[in-house]
């Protein structure tokens, strides 16, 4: 059974930092590319970044380049993303995705496991 289960999420201030996190499991986690997606309420789903299984090649969206950091521990089968300088536009439900091989892919329906999502709140 592949279970992957986002945390760290919260409310912060319109500048402010915040890590989230995206423990795997039931999967050989060094196998899987790994994304972020994020997702406001009455808005489609959307890509942040996303990372190589080797964690040798990334992938921004142009919202969130120079801001956020896409990051993983094959070791601990953990893949997190770290948001500074944060903007009201970036409150969503954030969401890991896991796709067996290379590719980095930015569309949502290329991704077989996923979250349930951890929630971001930005005030202004």
């Known amino acids: 059974q592949v279970q992957l289960v986002e945390s760290g999420g919260g409310a912060v201030q319109a500048g402010g930092s915040l890590r989230v996190s995206c423990a795997a499991s039931?999967?050989?986690?060094?196998?899987?590319?790994m994304a972020w997606f994020r997702q406001a309420p009455g808005e489609e789903r959307e890509f942040v970044a996303a990372?190589?299984?080797?964690?040798?090649?990334?992938d921004y969206a142009d919202s969130v380049k120079g801001r956020f950091t896409i990051s993983r521990d094959n070791a601990k089968n953990t893949v997190y993303l770290q948001m500074n300088s944060l903007k009201a536009e970036d409150t969503a439900v954030y969401y890991c995705?896991?796709?067996?091989?290379?590719?980095?892919?930015?569309?949502?329906?290329?991704?077989?496991?996923w979250g349930q999502g951890t929630q971001v709140t930005v005030s202004s």
């Open positions: 995705a896991a796709l067996y091989g290379l590719t980095l892919p930015r569309t949502w329906t290329s991704y077989k496991y």
């Open positions: 039931g999967l050989l986690f060094s196998l899987y590319g």
């Open positions: 990372i190589s299984r080797d964690g040798g090649s990334t």
